[in-house]
């Protein structure tokens, strides 16, 4: 059962030019330290950060809050599963957010797409629930 969907699109230039402006103050207030060292060993930095953006913008729309009601940037992370493929961990107001909306006897699973082709990244969130695994 799907319980939230979100999408965002971003200009990679924007991002950029917040950077130059604004620099670590602007980085330490959105994006957790994991994303932070994974952008800054990227060749294409403002797009990494871009996309994580979006994942962000598109994760708190499928929470249904926004970046309200406790939920903030820093809650929402984007990590890479052991396949290599994108994901979110959730913490704080993000994740209560997420145990609310997630039925009794069944477990939230969060798919995140990225993709980006300059100067627009986008990304895709949907949370679904499953069963609960027993045991």
């Known amino acids: 059962m799907i319980l939230g969907l979100g ?4 200009d990679i230039r924007r991002i950029e030019q917040v950077i130059e402006r604004f620099g670590d ?3 330490d207030r959105i994006f957790t ?4 060292q994974k952008c800054d060993r990227r060749s294409d930095r403002a797009a990494s950060y871009a996309r994580r953006f ?3 913008e598109a994760c708190s729309k499928a929470l249904g809050t926004g970046f309200r009601d406790g ?4 809650d929402l ?3 890479n599963l052991p396949s290599g493929q994108p994901s979110m961990r959730l913490a704080g107001g993000a994740l209560r957010r997420l145990e609310e909306i997630t039925p009794a006897g069944m477990t939230a699973r969060l798919d995140l ?3 980006d082709e300059p100067p627009i990244a986008q990304a895709v969130v949907i949370i679904t629930a499953v069963p609960a695994r027993n045991g």
């Open 25 to 27: 103050r602007f980085l």
């Open 54 to 56: 979006a994942a962000k």
């Open 113 to 115: 797409t990225l993709t």
């Open 77 to 79: 992370g984007v990590v």
């Open 71 to 74: 939920v903030f940037w820093r």
């Open 7 to 10: 999408s965002d699109l971003i």
């Open 33 to 36: 330290d994991a994303e932070r």
